[in-house]
């Protein structure tokens, strides 16, 4: 098939190589012109596992081309997938969705024929039909386009993985048997004859999953991070303790991961916008408990800067803080409500000296807190520390040899905020070691 992904950040980028992977032909646009480029020459210009490589193949295949054009764009292909930002709204708990809505308006009158619109940005339930008016009043098209709600559930450092071989296959379509329900169909075939499980429902149905699902996400991340709380206080073992209920079937261990918290661009933001739209549908109670979630993740953020000023004996003005750590996750250089740097900030605001280091995020991190110091070595960066904060769990990190490093400390105290350093193996070296959740 022949297609087209309106707006090329790390969700369209991502499902433009995919596509191109599974054979279609695609031309990907985006307004920003260096993006475009960047992306024309074979890299993206955000690191994400693989995906160099196969923007890389494609380009070079034919398969893969990006415009800045909205008039190309529509001339190019009859199925345009939407894959523009949906941010949260400054101060507010709401989407923000000018993006979508302007992608839709200048898309929409260069539209001369029949085309299906499958829009796969997370959105608050309710817009569809928002989407549907604005392509019939504006394509010259009219009613033969057809709006479809594809959702995405991508992790960061998974995201090819996730769309070539996802978990599942959501499609949201107003009436059954739709013409775009079979072109969707086709331009999924090699997913679907792969087994994976599709789901064709309705466009509120659809626009609700994943939302919804990093709403249960953040939640069962947030429950076991207040049983941590519980553990600090009676001496108990987080760690072990998800262990235990991680065996129960009915829960899970994967995903329940106690330490610092989530941040980045999906599971904050999708959900406070799940509990804005609640409220606005008079159904606020319902997502109450979803309120205390996103409290309990951002106690995290305070219980650590806590912790740090108990082992600076209750004062960091003037002490240097080395953070290991600016990405929300490892393998990703997205800081989007990190919260290694919200950390990292709170400490400089109180007076600290705030060296961070971090394979991938640096660059990124220096644009949004100029006020901190970066050191790309790890080790180098331990040097003169008084207090060392591992708060985003790069594989290296933990490879690090603590004995090596314990001499370059000013004071050999570390604060393991995600769980994933051996607190034997650090405590053998001399240092001090405390980890959320853990004696």
Same mark, same amino acid.
């Given at each position: 098939m022949k297609l087209t992904v309106i707006g090329c950040g790390y969700l369209g980028a991502t499902h433009a190589a995919c596509m191109a992977e599974l054979g279609h032909e695609v031309l990907g646009m985006d307004c920003d012109m260096d993006k475009v480029a960047i992306l024309n020459s074979g890299k993206a210009p955000f690191h994400e596992r693989d995906l160099d490589d196969l923007i890389a193949k494609h380009t070079a295949s034919g398969r893969l081309k990006f415009t800045a054009s909205y008039a190309e764009a529509a001339a190019f292909a009859e199925l345009h997938f939407i894959g523009v930002g949906t941010p949260q709204q400054p101060g507010e708990n709401t989407?923000?969705?000018?993006?979508?809505?302007?992608?839709?308006?200048?898309?929409?009158?260069?539209?001369?024929?029949?085309?299906?619109?499958?829009?796969?940005?997370?959105?608050?339930?309710?817009?569809?039909?928002?989407?549907?008016?604005?392509?019939?009043?504006?394509?010259?098209? =009219?009613?033969?386009?057809?709006?479809?709600?594809? @959702?995405?559930? $991508? !992790?960061?450092?998974? *995201?090819?993985?996730?769309? #070539?071989?996802?978990?599942?296959?959501?499609?949201?379509?107003?009436?059954?048997?739709?013409?775009?329900?079979?072109?969707?169909?086709?331009?999924?075939?090699k997913i679907i004859e792969a087994g994976t499980p599709t789901i064709v429902?309705?466009?509120?149905?659809?626009?609700?999953?994943?939302?919804?699902?990093?709403?249960?996400?953040?939640?069962?991340?947030?429950?076991?991070?207040?049983?941590?709380?519980?553990?600090?206080?009676?001496?108990?073992?987080?760690?072990?303790?998800?262990?235990?209920?991680?065996?129960?079937?009915?829960?899970?261990?994967?995903?329940?991961?106690? =330490?610092?918290?989530?941040?980045?661009?999906?599971? @904050?933001?999708? $959900? !406070?916008?799940?509990? *804005?739209?609640?409220?606005? #549908?008079?159904?606020?109670q319902a997502a109450a408990v979803l309120r205390e979630v996103d409290a309990i993740n951002n106690r995290r953020r305070e219980r650590m800067v806590d912790l740090a000023r108990e082992q600076l004996d209750g004062d960091p003005a003037g002490k240097q803080i080395t953070i290991w750590g600016a990405a929300f996750k490892p393998d990703t250089d997205d800081i989007r409500d990190s919260p290694a740097l919200a950390v990292a900030q709170k400490l400089h605001e109180l007076g600290a000296t705030v060296t961070v280091t971090d394979p991938r995020a640096l660059d990124n991190a220096r644009k949004t807190h100029p006020e901190l110091d970066y050191i790309d070595d790890p080790?180098?960066?331990?040097?003169?520390?008084?207090? $060392?904060?591992?708060?985003?769990?790069?594989?290296?990190?933990?490879?690090?040899?603590?004995?090596?490093?314990?001499?370059?400390?000013?004071?050999?105290?570390?604060?393991?905020?995600?769980?994933?350093?051996?607190?034997?193996?650090?405590?053998?070296?001399?240092?001090?070691?405390?980890?959320?959740?853990?004696?």
């Open positions: 989407y923000d969705l000018s993006h979508l809505f302007s992608a839709v308006r200048q898309l929409a009158p260069r539209i001369k024929g029949p085309a299906v619109v499958a829009v796969k940005s997370t959105v608050p339930v309710g817009t569809a039909p928002r989407v549907r008016d604005l392509l019939h009043e504006f394509a010259p098209a =009219g009613n033969a386009t057809e709006v479809a709600w594809n @959702p995405e559930f $991508l !992790r960061e450092s998974c *995201a090819i993985e996730d769309t #070539l071989r996802p978990d599942r296959l959501v499609l949201g379509f107003e009436k059954e048997h739709s013409w775009a329900e079979a072109v969707l169909r086709q331009c999924f075939g429902t309705d466009w509120a149905t659809a626009e609700l999953a994943k939302a919804s699902a990093n709403a249960f996400l953040a939640t069962k991340i947030s429950f076991i991070n207040a049983v941590a709380e519980v553990c600090e206080a009676s001496g108990a073992d987080v760690t072990t303790l998800a262990d235990i209920l991680g065996h129960d079937t009915r829960i899970g261990r994967r995903g329940m991961r106690p =330490g610092l918290g989530f941040g980045g661009g999906c599971l @904050p933001k999708d $959900l !406070r916008g799940f509990m *804005a739209r609640a409220g606005e #549908l008079g159904a606020g080790i180098v960066a331990v040097q003169d520390s008084d207090l $060392l904060l591992h708060l985003t769990e790069w594989p290296q990190y933990s490879h690090v040899d603590p004995h090596r490093i314990a001499s370059r400390a000013a004071s050999p105290k570390v604060i393991d905020g995600r769980g994933t350093l051996n607190t034997e193996t650090w405590r053998e070296a001399g240092w001090t070691v405390r980890s959320l959740g853990r004696p």
